[in-house]
């Protein structure tokens, strides 16, 4: 007895094309599985037929060829008839599926980076949640590969001795003080700057490299002769070298949740008031504008005040 799976055509192409080609189900107890190739995620649905279906060790249309051979032909497709090798229980389809990659960030805030010296406490802490490696994440994230790779790129994840984690709010929200601080004191343009400029300031200079490597690469992008590119870090020379040029957009974004996070539950503030308060923790040329907030905040208007 066996299963079938339906393939979408391109996928059934690279199975053909590459004797390599892998797929994988995941799915914990209670999960719904999926089953993912190196870059795509697809849910399994089970498909409905009342029929009897049979697997033939040869194709069926030689089967439904006339008799053109006489009493052979007869016994040819009685043959054919009996060459049933398998009974089809069921039939399956796969159906493209968003990745199911929200609780990454809960994962990687098990145990958060907070500095070497609460790094090195919490390792000698038996109690301590164990960070996780890529691999162990690989296992409990129903999502492919690559699409996991993207959202730890997209969250700004650290790689500490091989285990995977986030920065606490409190350990990045510092270090993004000092970092536009000593912009202002270095006298740097966050248009086009190099990690090897701010690491003159002696504040930043103490921060872990991999720490500061990481901040940059979330909050910037690469520049080249005055003009932004895609890709990665380094563009030419070294990573300490290559010049940035600061997302503005995404600092602003982070100080605003920080910010929300910060106001008791139960207060509320107006609109300006929050506008005024967001535009003190942010350079003079970074916009504030509540659009960059949709979905994250809400405006209620009671009156003549938006709160």
Do not use: H
Request: aromatic fraction near 6%; hydrophobic fraction near 40%; charged fraction near 30%.
């Amino acid at each position: 007895n066996l299963s079938l799976i339906q393939f979408p055509d391109d996928i059934y192409q690279k199975i053909q094309a590459d004797p390599k080609f892998t797929m994988k189900f995941k799915g914990r107890e209670g999960d719904e599985a999926v089953l993912v190739t190196e870059d795509r995620t697809f849910v399994v649905r089970k498909g409905e037929t009342s029929n009897s279906q049979l697997l033939f060790s040869c194709p069926v249309d030689a089967m439904l060829k006339p008799n053109v051979d006489g009493d052979r032909g007869s016994q040819l497709n009685a043959e054919l008839m009996g060459g049933a090798v398998a009974n089809i229980l069921d039939n399956y389809e796969l159906q493209p599926a968003a990745p199911r990659i929200r609780c990454v960030r809960g994962l990687l805030m098990r145990r958060p980076y907070q500095g070497p010296e609460m790094d090195e406490e919490d390792a000698n802490d038996p109690n301590a949640l164990q960070r996780l490696t890529r691999r162990d994440l690989e296992k409990r994230v129903q999502a492919s590969s690559k699409e996991i790779a993207n959202e730890l790129e997209q969250l700004g994840a650290l790689d500490v001795d091989g285990e995977l984690c986030l920065m606490s709010q409190r350990y990045e929200s510092n270090l993004m003080t000092k970092f536009l601080a000593a912009s202002v004191l270095l006298d740097l343009s966050l248009d086009k700057f190099s990690l090897s400029q701010f690491l003159k300031d002696k504040d930043l200079s103490s921060y872990p490299r991999f720490v500061l490597e990481n901040f940059i690469a979330r909050y910037s992008v690469p520049v080249q002769d005055g003009a932004e590119v895609g890709g990665e870090m380094e563009v030419e020379g070294t990573q300490q070298d290559a010049f940035r040029s600061m997302n503005l957009e995404k600092l602003a974004l982070f100080r605003a949740e920080e910010l929300l996070e910060a106001l008791p539950a139960a207060s509320r503030v107006t609109l300006q008031e929050f506008l005024d308060m967001w535009k003190g923790m942010l350079p003079s040329q970074a916009r504030v504008d509540m659009s960059l907030l949709k979905g994250r905040a809400l405006c209620e208007t009671k009156g003549n005040q938006v709160t």
